[in-house]
């Protein structure tokens, strides 16, 4: 069964940094691109960026770019999101997604307050 | 930025129900687009991918078409556990984007 554990969200004062994991099992994590979406509370969602199955290969929202990394540890079947800078328009549940076209499974997201 | 549109952002309808909502494109995506239901609280739900392939698991009275700009999704008899919010997202270009939701509400 595939499954998707996000972890690392919180409340952070704004201008601050947080980095989210994500734990990937029941499926071959190095063989699949990987992604993260928001959806801040009450609207609709949002991708934030993604990577390729080796980490050589990234692409970043524009509203999060030079701010939010997305990384991947394969050996960890692990997925991260590096957030610096934080504003209040990064408050969202940040979700792990499977896939960098077709995004199939979901995890259960993240909450990520900025406030303070 | 391709721009995704949907319509209605919100629909009235009763179980055994057909609907359809759609999906618009800016500019030309092929068949790269997907389908998802959220339920409140939940995380989404891949429903279609390839504009009309179906995720594996999903019942088939959902259905998806289309190509080019403008893409349909269809439920042939809506059920219960349909009601829900749907988005369309188009993967053929960066940066990624979806249709702002449509909201299927019980008559």
């Known amino acids: 069964e595939v499954q998707l554990v996000e972890s690392g969200g919180g409340l952070v004062q704004p201008g601050g940094s947080l980095r989210l994991s994500c734990a990937a099992s029941g499926f071959t994590f190095s063989g699949y691109w990987m992604s993260w979406v928001r959806q801040a509370p009450g609207k609709g969602l949002e991708w934030v960026a993604n990577?390729?199955?080796?980490?050589?290969?990234?692409h970043h929202a524009d509203s999060v770019k030079d701010r939010f990394t997305i990384s991947r540890d394969n050996a960890k079947n692990s997925l991260f999101l590096q957030m610096n800078s934080l504003g209040a328009e990064d408050t969202a549940v940040y979700y792990c997604?499977?896939?960098?076209?077709?995004?199939?499974?979901w995890g259960q997201g993240t909450l990520v307050t900025v406030s303070s | 930025d391709i721009q995704m549109t949907q319509s209605p952002s919100s629909l009235s309808a009763s179980v055994g129900d057909r609907i359809t909502i759609t999906c618009r494109a800016s500019?030309?995506?092929?068949?790269?687009l997907a389908w998802f239901q959220q339920k409140p609280g939940k995380a989404p739900k891949s429903l279609i991918y390839a504009a009309s392939s179906l995720q594996s698991g999903v019942p088939s009275r959902f259905s998806g078409s289309g190509s080019g700009t403008d893409f349909t999704l269809t439920i042939s008899s809506l059920q219960p556990e349909d009601f829900a919010t749907y988005y369309c997202?188009?993967?053929?270009?960066?940066?990624?984007?979806f249709g702002q939701g449509t909201k299927v509400e019980v008559k």
């Open positions: 997604v499977r896939g960098g076209w077709h995004c199939d499974y």
């Open positions: 997202q188009q993967y053929s270009g960066y940066p990624r984007t």
């Open positions: 990577i390729k199955t080796e980490g050589n290969e990234k």
């Open positions: 500019q030309g995506i092929s068949n790269y």
